[in-house]
Nanobody, 116 residues
């Protein structure tokens, strides 16, 4: 079992930055990808960024060039550096670990609010 705990969310003005962290505990066997998702009020959850076990990254078009996903294997932590934040980035951000067996682990989410 893997437990994921996100942190780093908060209130920031447009143009500001935040760094989200997702710390994993437990037996993280068979993880093939680590993702950040977000869900805004009244909208479906969407994938924001992905980093694979091989280190490849991919981003949603809406955040490309502004967000960066990274990981620290020694700390069992995945990060999401968010720069040039916009009001439309306001959402609950979730960390997700995806396994080779198609099972997903989820964190509880952290709120990001960007004021205009």
């Amino acid at each position: 079992q893997v437990q994921l705990v996100e942190s780093g969310g908060g209130l920031v003005q447009a143009g500001g930055s935040l760094r989200l962290s997702c710390v994993a505990s437990g037996s993280a066997v068979g993880i093939v990808a680590m993702r950040w998702h977000r869900q805004a009020p009244g909208k479906q959850r969407e994938i924001v960024a992905v980093i694979t076990s091989g280190g490849s990254t991919n981003y949603a078009a809406s955040v490309k060039g502004r967000f960066k996903i990274s990981r620290d294997n020694a700390k069992n932590t995945v990060y999401l550096q968010m720069n040039s934040l916009k009001p439309e980035d306001t959402a609950v951000y979730y960390c997700n670990f995806h396994t080779w067996s198609e099972y997903d682990y989820w964190g509880q989410g952290t709120q990001v609010t960007v004021s205009s």
